[in-house]
């Protein structure tokens, strides 16, 4: 295992009511929490599938579930918003000995080990890497040291959050690369994306 690549896993707790409220809105509570199930799963085969440490975020709680085995690290989310969060725990596994770090979430049916460590290897080469999401945000965001900026002054959960980010490291001039772009499925109209 590469020791000093860690993926940073963030995932809510999977509760009813709690998870995909949006798609929920289409497709009521129940089939939603079914679907965010899948995607975990889809989720934690692929990073299983990479050549890194693994760690996963919880939004509320460390669970007995699907991540439970040797293969991931166990942590709480800690911060006011996703930015906020997002800070934190780039700080802890840079603090765990991180050399580079990225970090994912668990709404995109499209991930893939490969991509994963494409992102690695992008930050040979840069100072940061990032995937955008065709919803305008990304999916993925890594780099080599903390740069705290990239979290802060952002509407989170919007359109333009790609395109901020991208502004922010153009600005402090830091060299970046772009990932191939991939859903996220966030709504009724995006279920396809599981076929």
Known sequence: MQQDHHLIIFVKNPKLGKVKTR????????????IYLKLLEIT?????????????FYSDEIESDCWDD???????????DLGD?????????????AEKAVIIGSDCPE????????SFIE????????GSAKDGGYYLLGMKKLHPFLFEEK????????????TQLTEHRLRFGELVQLSDLDTADDLHLLS
């Not at 991930?111 to 494409?118: F, P, Q, S, Y």
């Not at 930050?123 to 990032?130: A, G």
């Open 23 to 34: 798609l929920a809105a289409g497709i009521g509570d129940e089939k939603a929490l079914e």
């Open 44 to 56: 934690r085969k692929e990073a299983l599938r990479t050549n890194c440490v693994r760690n996963v």
């Open 70 to 80: 040797d293969h991931f690290n166990k942590f709480v989310q800690q911060g006011n």
């Open 85 to 97: 969060r997002m800070k934190n725990a780039f700080e802890q596994v840079f603090a765990l000995g």
């Open 111 to 118: 991930i893939r080990a490969e991509i994963l460590e494409a």
């Open 123 to 130: 930050l040979d080469k840069n100072d940061v890497c990032i």
């Open 155 to 166: 509407e989170w959960s919007t359109d333009s959050v790609f395109n901020d980010t991208i």
